[in-house]
C-alpha cells in the first residue's frame, strides 16, 4: 500500500506559476513511476505528466509540454508537477498516481488505468 496527498493547489491568475506537491508513504516511494492527471467540471479525467522511478525519463501531454515540469525527490518520497504561464483552461482538480516499477526504471505510464494508486485531488483554479 502506498498513500498520496496532493496539496500547493489554490487560486491564481493567468500567466501566473504554482507548484502542486503530492507526498508518498508507505512502501518504498523509489520504486514507484508517478504520473499527474486532472479533471476538469464537465469533463474526462485526463494524463497531464509522468515520471520514471530513476527520473531518468519524463513525458507530458501535448498542451503541457513546455509549459509543466514534473520532478521527484526520491528523498522526501515527492513528486512535484512546477505549471507555469497558466491558463483558465487549467483550471481542474489535480491528481497524482503511483505504479509499482522497479528500483532505477525507466518506464513512465500515460494510461490511468496503469495506476495502482491515487490521491484525493488538489484543486487549481486559474481566474483570466
Known amino acids: 500500500q502506498v498513500q498520496l496527498v496532493e496539496s500547493g493547489g489554490g487560486l491564481v491568475q493567468a500567466g501566473d506559476s504554482l507548484r502542486v506537491s503530492c507526498a508518498a508513504s508507505?512502501?518504498?516511494?523509489?520504486?514507484?513511476?508517478m504520473g499527474w492527471f486532472r479533471q476538469a467540471p464537465g469533463k474526462e479525467r485526463e494524463f497531464v505528466a509522468a515520471i520514471s522511478s530513476s527520473s531518468r525519463n519524463t513525458h507530458y501531454a501535448d498542451s503541457m509540454k513546455g509549459r509543466f515540469t514534473v520532478s521527484r525527490d526520491n528523498a522526501k518520497n515527492t513528486v512535484y508537477l512546477q505549471m507555469n504561464s497558466l491558463e483558465p483552461e487549467d483550471t481542474a482538480v489535480y491528481y497524482c498516481?503511483?505504479?509499482?516499477?522497479?528500483?532505477?526504471?525507466?518506464?513512465?505510464?500515460?494510461?490511468?488505468?496503469?495506476?495502482?494508486?491515487w490521491g484525493q485531488g488538489t484543486q487549481v483554479t486559474v481566474s483570466s
Open positions: 498516481a503511483a505504479k509499482a516499477d522497479r528500483y532505477y526504471s525507466s518506464s513512465y505510464y500515460t494510461e490511468q488505468t496503469q495506476y495502482e494508486y
Open positions: 508507505g512502501r518504498a516511494f523509489s520504486i514507484f513511476a
